[in-house]
């Protein structure tokens, strides 16, 4: 008996339902939150760093899928790998051989990771997190896990625990036995360090949320203290890694800096295939994976899977030939100098802030009296609805996609795919100074967009 299945055939009968569908059998609130701003769009097709609507309207992406998307949509060095894997009919997952995909991408990711030996594979960064989590405790003997006020390092059990937002942790109770310390106090880390539990520090070199870098030494300092205190070093480069801030991973930025593991996913999937990955020394491997009776004492179902690992050997090697590290870096400086020029034009923008094609612009407070008034309005209903106020007409307006880089933040988070040049910074900054225009106008609609948004955050209290 033959089975069939049309993909195409599906989609077209009944991709029109998409709404309906995550309203039905999914988390209910996606498809409420998207109507109720102004995001519930459809989208028919990607390339690079556009979607395209079916009027044939383009849209420029400066989200990537939260970082997923380095290397834009449908990269076709990416895709042909895909397709010449599963046309190789692989004997993938057996569990009981070494094939050579693994091992390739371990070498080459290696290569990009100085003073990091070993690699395990699972599928995502909340699990390359819960990996390097594990991994310290066992082999410093100790419980607890320090982080930093307002990180962010994913959401199942482990990685929630530290999870530096407590509307993520509410609910989810008890937790492992982790701290916070604010980033960049190094007297805080000290003080925890001496009461001798501690397993680790894990750290955003670069904080998803807000976009806030550690100050300059803090990580070398931090690991010198670690290190005398017989604890780790853990950088979380899931978002940070892999050519987002203009080098590989953000902690090259700072000399002397030797993480004992590293995290990294997102980018590294090419955007099809999740993979997540944590690097470490040869000696926390060799420790955790002590004798053969402890050959799978962590292991993962699909770790390692051929889709995942082609994925990943083909994101480099396009890294690599085409340059995007350093791309990253020069077409980051323009999009952020051009940004940080136009402070000065308008009150209600503070701040310019990051690194690479990582960039926080941050709103504040306006001097002028009418413009404070409205500013004091929206942060009475709830902080973070200026933000969304400029979101959502540099989508409905200009065709951008963008995100608010935190709750109840005033901070709008820019992470493109990573092949983006002068043509979108133009773009962006041309449309982001017409919306800026409206707010500082004496009316405009993203005011009276500003009411709805009011009204809403008052009904959900």
Known sequence: MTTEFDLGRLLSERGAERYELHTRYLNHQLPRMLH???????????EGAYFWDADGEDYLDMLAGFGVMGLGRHHPVVRKALHDVLDAR????????????????????????????????????????????????????????????????????????????????????PLLPDTAVPLGDLDALARELKKGDVAALIVEPIQGKGVHEAPPGYLRAAQELLHQHKALLIADEVQTGLGRTGDFYAYQHEDGVEPDLVCVAKALSGGYVPVGATLGKDWIFKKVYSSMDRVLVHSASFGSNAQAMAAGLAVLSVMENEQIVAGARTTGELLKSRLAALIDKYELLADVRGRGLMIGIEFGRPNSLKLRGRWTMLQAARKGLFAQMVVVPLLRRH????????????VIKLIPPLIIGEREVDRFVDAFTDVMDDAHSGGGLMWDFGKTLIKQAVANR
């Open 90 to 173: 692989l004997a993938d997952l057996t569990r009981f051989d070494c094939q050579p995909l693994p091992g390739l991408l371990a070498e080459k990711l290696l290569a990009h990771s100085p003073h990091l030996d070993r690699v395990f594979f699972g599928n995502s960064g909340t699990e390359a997190v819960e990996t390097a989590l594990k991994f310290a405790r066992f082999v410093t003997g100790k419980p607890r896990i320090l982080y930093c006020d307002h990180a962010f390092h994913g959401l199942t059990t482990g990685s929630l625990s530290v999870n530096g937002e407590s509307g993520f942790r509410d609910g989810f109770a």
């Open 399 to 410: 065709r951008i996609l963008t995100q608010v880089s935190g709750d109840h933040l005033e």
């Open 36 to 46: 109720t701003i102004g995001f519930d769009k459809v989208y028919e097709r990607a």
